[in-house]
């Protein structure tokens, strides 16, 4: 069955820190894996897409890898700000629909 | 930039009640997606549609219809409101799948809709 799996479910961390959210995934075919990122009440947006010749991949502040072998990726954020508390949804595509992870809530806070 | 409306950022409907929940992209894009989202659960797929008067079931079809009449435009039918199809739904649009590439889903700011 295809899924993917986030941790942590919940995360607070300090304004300033760095932070590493992980996704593993048992998806086939594989196609693409991309970040969102969700503020609450609002719609999820896209931070990163991958295909399976990239294993890493850099939006500002905002890093993602991907290991294809393991089925991993994970999603680094740095120096966080308080505008980063938000979901950052992981989601990956076989082929049509896509397969949505559940999340990790992220709280920075000052 | 790509832009999806959904008519409504919240509503609040009675049990039995038919809703109508409509959502436009302004990207001529051929597919579109709604989703409802649940704390705990994500996002779930409720039907999506490739073109124009063509549906697909999702994972979680049941009490829900759609109608994609226009391109630009994908309605969600809840025909008799019930209180657990309390949620947010959100709806999406994208280019159509090529070559197992699967192109950006955009998403609108979503509908938290209350059902009493």
């Known amino acids: 069955k295809n899924q993917v799996e986030q941790s942590p479910q919940s995360l607070i961390i300090l304004e300033g820190k760095n932070c590493t959210l992980q996704c593993n995934y048992t998806v086939s075919p594989f196609s693409n894996l991309r970040w969102y990122k969700q503020d609450t009440g609002r719609g999820p947006v896209s931070l990163t897409i991958m295909t399976f010749s990239e294993n890493t991949k850099s939006n500002g502040r905002y890093t993602a890898t991907l290991d294809a072998d393991t089925k991993q990726s994970s999603l680094h954020i740095t120096a966080s700000q308080l505008s980063d508390s938000a979901s950052y949804i992981c989601?990956?595509?076989?082929?049509?629909?896509?397969?949505f992870g559940k999340g990790t809530r992220l709280s920075v806070i000052a | 930039d790509v832009k999806v409306t959904q008519s409504s950022r919240y509503l609040v409907k009675r049990t039995g009640e038919k809703v109508f929940l409509e959502c436009v992209q302004d990207?001529?894009?051929?597919?579109m997606f709604w989703y409802r989202q649940d704390p705990g659960l994500g996002l779930r797929l409720i039907y999506f549609?490739?073109?124009?008067?063509?549906?697909e079931k999702g994972d979680i079809p049941e009490g829900y219809s759609v109608s994609r009449e226009k391109k630009e435009r994908f309605s969600l039918i809840l025909e008799s409101a019930s209180t657990n199809q309390t949620s947010m739904y959100l709806c999406a649009s994208s280019h159509r799948v090529q070559r197992r590439r699967n192109y950006e889903q955009y998403f609108g700011p979503g509908t938290r809709l209350t059902v009493t």
């Open positions: 989601v990956v595509s076989a082929e049509t629909p896509l397969v």
């Open positions: 549609s490739y073109d124009v008067k063509m549906k």
């Open positions: 990207m001529d894009h051929e597919n």
